[in-house]
């Protein structure tokens, strides 16, 4: 029979090489992504020429909104020793010691598992008085508590010895048994100040005179890298 | 004729469709994508005087004719926010004069954000440069000296030594270096005061504190703005 035989085309495309292409971009993402923390408040920081990156590890960031909350971020070591959870395990019981040693007639205590649910916890900012009703919480409430709440108490006080709380979580986090963190916060290093660019000078002049006032004089402050306009 | 055909096993393809991997994928990447920060922000390092009191003949006073002080200030809106492009520098030399003197030799000068003439920040630099001037003189050179590669042929290396030597200079007492003392009134916009503390940098000056505003302080800062309306 001399009909002419047309070759059938394929119409599907091959999707392998596609396929290739995309897993590969996927495993590059997946492994340099570092996930936003999940911040109370957003703030845009503001711009700044310095060139120096704030540290991923040994961190406490002090979240200040514009109003004047102060929310506290602890972030421990990388090293499997000083991990975040263990850290901050540490640090809400060395705060809870020293808040019950400032209020004996009020004396908080909390459970193990209570403490290991806020070491699970990137920011916090509620009265210590509040903590124990707040960590008993599900996620979606604590949040809506933080935006609401007061954030952590902060007033002007110059007296050393008789800090308010922000002062003895900033202590606490001293005398964790993270000795890199303590060595961080010396240096100045450690503690970063995350205020928005509109925050009006006086909010954030009582976080920096309360860092003073408990001799923490280096710290550092959270900018944006510059777009030059010049 | 017999039908060859239904005794032929159909044929099965082999390949496999990957079109919805790849839409599985793809959506993936898009969640990744969205949800990293690539840019890491920046700090800026700080380090203020203790709040400890210090007994006066302690105190390391500040030649007076090295000191600048520089006053930020700003407007409020009504939901208690600075304006972040709003704002007023207020600057002067030396010592603040006593508080007899302010009326009839007020030293302060002051200096808009945002003006025709480029706003507070070029003027504020051209100022400092100024005063700074024997320390960016040379660290121009030093500049100089680091782009042709002249201290290493390695770009590291190079970086490196240029580094401290430029921390050298900053901070060689045999130079003129100025004093800048840094205040903000309580309206100012946090903004501003890291914009200036910027200019410390950019103008290499080593020395530079944040201060409390003062009561003369405030005072001349009312008279500047009488005089000019």
């Known amino acids: ?230 | 004729m017999a039908r060859k055909d239904t005794s032929r096993q159909k044929k099965f393809d082999t390949r496999i469709d990957f079109t919805p991997m790849v839409d599985m994928n793809m959506l993936l990447i898009t969640f990744f994508m969205l949800c990293t920060t690539m840019i890491k922000s920046q700090t800026l390092q700080i380090a203020l005087p203790s709040n400890e009191k210090v007994e006066e003949e302690q105190q390391n006073k500040v030649k007076q004719s090295e000191a600048v002080t520089i006053i930020i200030d700003g407007k409020i809106d009504d939901k208690g926010l600075s304006k972040p492009d709003e704002g007023m520098l207020f600057y002067y030399d030396g010592m603040p004069p006593a508080a007899t003197e302010i009326l009839t030799n007020n030293p302060m000068k002051k200096v808009e954000f945002g003006n025709g003439n480029g706003g507070a920040l070029p003027a504020i630099r051209e100022i400092l440069r100024e005063r700074n001037k024997e320390v960016v003189k040379k660290i121009e050179l030093l500049k100089k000296d680091w782009k042709d590669m002249k201290f290493s042929n390695k770009e590291e290396i190079n970086d490196s030594i240029y580094q401290a030597k430029a921390k050298e200079i900053r901070n060689d007492s045999t130079l003129k270096r100025p004093v800048i003392i840094i205040k903000a009134t309580p309206n100012a916009s946090y903004a501003h005061v890291v914009s200036v503390l910027d200019e410390m940098q950019i103008n290499n000056i080593s020395r530079y504190q944040i201060d409390r505003i003062g009561a003369i302080d405030s005072a001349m800062m009312i008279l500047v703005q009488g005089q000019a309306q």
């Open chain 1, 1 to 230: 029979m001399g009909k002419v035989k047309v070759k059938k085309k394929e119409t599907r495309i091959d999707m392998t090489a596609m396929s290739d292409v995309t897993v590969l971009l996927l495993t590059f993402f997946m492994l340099t992504s570092t996930f936003l923390q999940k911040e109370p408040i957003t703030v845009i920081t503001p711009p700044s020429v310095s060139e120096e990156k704030v540290p991923d590890q040994n961190l406490v960031s002090v979240l200040v909104s514009p109003e004047g909350k102060v929310y506290l971020a602890i972030t421990g070591s990388k090293d499997s020793t000083y991990k975040s959870e263990t850290v901050r395990g540490d640090i809400l019981k060395n705060m809870v010691k020293s808040y019950n040693e400032k209020h004996p007639s009020n004396k908080i205590s909390l459970t193990n598992k209570e403490v290991e649910e806020f070491s699970k916890i990137g920011a916090f900012g509620v009265p210590m008085s509040q903590m124990k009703k707040w960590l008993a919480m599900d996620i979606e409430n604590r949040d809506k508590a933080l935006e609401q709440g007061p954030g952590i108490p902060i007033n002007m006080n110059e007296d050393p010895d008789n800090p308010n709380e922000f002062q003895m979580w900033i202590r606490a986090a001293y005398n964790s048994l993270n000795p890199e963190l303590q060595e961080t916060m010396v240096r100045g290093k450690g503690i970063a100040i995350k205020a928005d660019q509109t925050t009006p000078y006086s909010v954030v002049n009582i976080v920096m005179d309360n860092l003073q006032t408990i001799k923490m004089n280096k710290f550092s402050l959270m900018t944006a890298l510059k777009t030059e306009e010049e």
